[in-house]
C-alpha cells in the first residue's frame, strides 16, 4: 500500500523526472509498468519519498543522471 507522507515530501511527476534524469512521460512508464509506487493528491500524482529513494537505490545508473540540454 502506497503511503505518502507531508505533502512536500512527495514530489510530483516533473521533480521525479528532474532527479532522475529523464523525461516526464519516462517517469509516468516507470508508474504505469508498477516499477515506481504512486499515488494522487488532490488530483496531482505524486511518488513517497522513501519510494523514489528506494527505487534510485536499485538502479544506479538510472538515479540522478543529468539530463542532456536540448
Given at each position: 500500500?502506497?503511503?505518502?507522507?507531508?505533502?512536500?515530501k512527495?514530489?510530483?511527476?516533473?521533480?521525479?523526472?528532474?532527479?532522475?534524469?529523464?523525461?516526464?512521460?519516462?517517469?509516468?512508464?516507470?508508474?504505469?509498468?508498477?516499477?515506481?509506487?504512486?499515488?494522487?493528491?488532490?488530483g496531482?500524482?505524486?511518488?513517497?519519498?522513501?519510494?523514489?529513494?528506494?527505487?534510485?537505490?536499485?538502479?544506479?545508473?538510472?538515479?540522478?543522471?543529468?539530463?542532456?540540454?536540448?
Amino acid at each position: 500500500m502506497l503511503r505518502l507522507g507531508p505533502r512536500k515530501k512527495n514530489p510530483d511527476g516533473r521533480s521525479v523526472a528532474e532527479r532522475l534524469g529523464v523525461s516526464e512521460s519516462t517517469v509516468r512508464r516507470l508508474i504505469r509498468d508498477g516499477e515506481l509506487p504512486a499515488g494522487f493528491v488532490r488530483g496531482q500524482l505524486r511518488v513517497a519519498e522513501a519510494d523514489l529513494e528506494a527505487y534510485m537505490a536499485d538502479t544506479p545508473g538510472r538515479a540522478r543522471r543529468p539530463q542532456q540540454a536540448a
